[in-house]
């Protein structure tokens, strides 16, 4: 026993500073590494082109300007589209933290025929991916006359299997005493389900919503496919539109554009921190 | 609550399915209004998921463009897949995207997760946030960074490997280099997420079973390599199969950096349904080539179902 704890005394003591020093040293190398790409955004968005184009080419910006954010909001109707991403992405979420969450709590705490099938059924749907339902989703939307229009955009999405299911394994968390002291007061079951249930879950559905609003800010497949009217699309799917393979769009104002359109998740994530890596981790293990 | 109990909790769900005690059915009333809270989420369901797979189904058997009329074609769309080497190439890209994709991603985040599991490590939660950080931007913005760091003439990744000696030249335009540049940016993007996963699998391990290996004499990897991979083994078999279904769906950075060339090289499966569906509009191909994706997709969601309910019986039994 004493020399077991020797050993491991000594194990501890003797190369504790430089060993300490090495990790942070490894890890620092790599968060530079890792971060690059992100500093280049942050930089090159406020360089001058001739700074951009020079050779060799440098991190730093020796002058400051902010010629390219002017560039990007009279170039492109970029205001629209970062209207346009928030109508998207929060319409999205709204609509599916409501709908998601109704049909959750049926399914957590109400006792019907055929509940146990139901929820297999909407579970085995998250096996399909959404690449592989793109063109009858499209071609229905496009019957019911909704290319190019909020409704159109968000429908699709406006409910979600994982969602549902999500906040119907928190619903079935809670102590059941909860509510039925409620329903012998007389409370209507959607009294129940709003003051009661609902405010009994607030951190799934802040993790939910936090999980469909950075998908669908991110997205890029569905507004490419789905809006043929420019003034429709998302800044991701417009600024990809201005660049990728036909692009003509100079780095500077690309990497403007680019800023903005991190910036608010960006924000977001550096405020909630370990809040939304933990809503990105739960959420994010959808299949 | 952790986030560990919170991922345990969301990838151990399925196996509760039917887990609960048996309650007293309700009656009538109770279907009535169970089917007033469900009905806004299934009718979205039902035209936006259950109805398009049904569909996809049912064109993928036609010659639908779209427009006018189409005909049953049967088998012909799949034969078509399976014997146009063009075609049947976007497979093997895909496959060759995913062969790289899963490894690289999954030992960089099982290092980096190694890395921030030391109690010791200064600045642990500066370094989470920061290896984190590249999964919140959208793989279209990160591909434009990229693009610029990679530039042939003026991208300053490209100056540094040149001044280091390496001569990469247009990576984007090398049919050899394409295809691993655009697996690049998806690790990059994504390694931080799994990193998270393995975190919380590590702090999963009881603290026991490293201070036995120790007592016994074993050294560092050893200990790697006898408690904290066997201790990771479901974790590691869940990252695999979700970082393949994953890599099977890759579009957007390939959209944006390559178009799919050169010479197709980094034409994958979701790049060729994009170009034969709303370009070229044979709709049947694509949808033929949509249902190949779903059975792989199925494949191994179904392997991880699996994976999920071993675990549920271990730890149960």
């Known amino acids: ?287 | 609550m952790s986030a560990t109990a919170q991922a345990r909790r969301a990838y151990r769900a399925p196996a509760q399915l039917g887990g609960r005690p048996r309650r007293r059915r309700g009656g009538p009333r109770t279907a009535r209004l169970a089917s007033a809270f469900l009905l806004p989420a299934l009718v979205i369901l039902a035209a936006f998921v259950f109805w398009p797979v049904l569909s996809a189904l049912r064109l993928s058997f036609t010659d639908s463009s779209g427009f006018g009329a189409e005909h049953f074609v049967g088998l012909a769309n799949y034969v078509e897949i399976f014997t146009t080497p063009r075609i049947l190439r976007t497979l093997g890209v895909t496959t060759m995207y995913a062969a790289m994709f899963t490894p690289l991603t999954i030992a960089a985040a099982l290092a980096l997760a190694l890395l921030l599991n030391r109690k010791t490590l200064w600045g642990r939660g500066f370094f989470r946030t920061a290896f984190f950080l590249p999964f919140i931007i959208s793989m279209a913005v990160a591909a434009f960074a990229w693009e610029f760091l990679l530039d042939p003439q003026i991208g300053l990744l490209n100056y540094w490997l040149q001044s280091a000696g390496i001569h990469l030249g247009n990576v984007l335009q090398d049919p050899n280099l394409a295809l691993p540049t655009v697996v690049l940016v998806a690790v990059w993007k994504s390694f931080g997420f799994y990193m998270v996963i393995f975190i919380a699998g590590l702090q999963d391990i009881p603290g026991e079973l490293y201070e036995a290996a120790t007592i016994d004499g074993a050294n560092a990897w050893q200990r790697f390599t006898n408690v904290t991979l066997p201790q990771l083994s479901t974790t590691l078999a869940f990252v695999t199969i979700f970082a393949l279904i994953a890599a099977f769906q890759a579009f957007d950075q390939i959209y944006v950096l390559t178009g799919g060339g050169p010479y197709r090289t980094t034409q994958t499966v979701v790049m060729e349904i994009y170009q034969e569906g709303f370009k070229k509009l044979d709709i049947g191909l694509a949808s033929a080539l949509s249902y190949v994706l779903l059975v792989i997709t199925l494949v191994l969601s179904l392997i991880q179902f699996r994976f999920f309910n071993r675990r549920e019986e271990a730890i149960a039994g």
Request: some cysteine; charged content about 10%.
């Open chain 1, 1 to 287: 026993m004493s020399a077991v704890t020797v050993r491991s005394a000594a194990r501890t003591s003797a190369r504790p500073v430089v060993g300490r020093a090495l990790a942070f040293l490894i890890a620092l190398a790599l968060a530079f590494a890792v971060l690059l790409p992100v500093l280049i955004i942050a930089v090159t968005a406020f360089k001058p082109p001739a700074e951009i184009n020079a050779f060799p080419p440098g991190l730093v910006p020796t002058s400051w300007t902010l010629g390219n954010f002017t560039r990007i909001f009279t170039d492109l109707p970029f205001a629209r589209l970062l209207g346009n991403s928030f109508l998207f992405a929060g319409g999205v979420t709204a609509c599916a933290l409501v709908f998601d969450s109704l049909a959750a709590y049926a399914l957590a705490r109400l006792d019907f025929r055929g509940r146990g099938l139901l929820l297999v059924v909407i579970v085995s749907s998250l096996m399909i991916p959404f690449q592989a339902t793109l063109i009858p989703v499209y071609q229905l939307v496009a019957h019911l006359g909704w290319v190019n229009t909020f409704q159109g955009m968000i429908a699709p999405r406006a409910a979600d299997a994982f969602g549902i299911f999500l906040l119907r394994q928190f619903f079935v968390s809670l102590p059941r005493d909860l509510d039925n002291a409620a329903r012998i007061d007389g409370a209507s079951e959607f009294r129940v389900f709003w003051s009661i249930v609902l405010p009994n879950v607030k951190p799934a559905l802040l993790t939910l919503g936090i999980f469909t609003f950075v998908n669908n800010w991110n997205d890029l497949l569905w507004p490419l496919i789905f809006t043929t009217d420019p003034e429709m699309g998302t800044i991701t799917s417009g600024l990809t539109l201005l660049t990728g393979p036909s692009g003509i769009l100079p780095y500077g104002t690309m990497m403007a554009g680019s800023l903005i359109a991190v910036l608010p998740l960006g924000l977001l994530f550096l405020a909630l921190q370990g809040r939304f890596i933990e809503s990105v981790a739960t959420t994010g293990l959808k299949g």
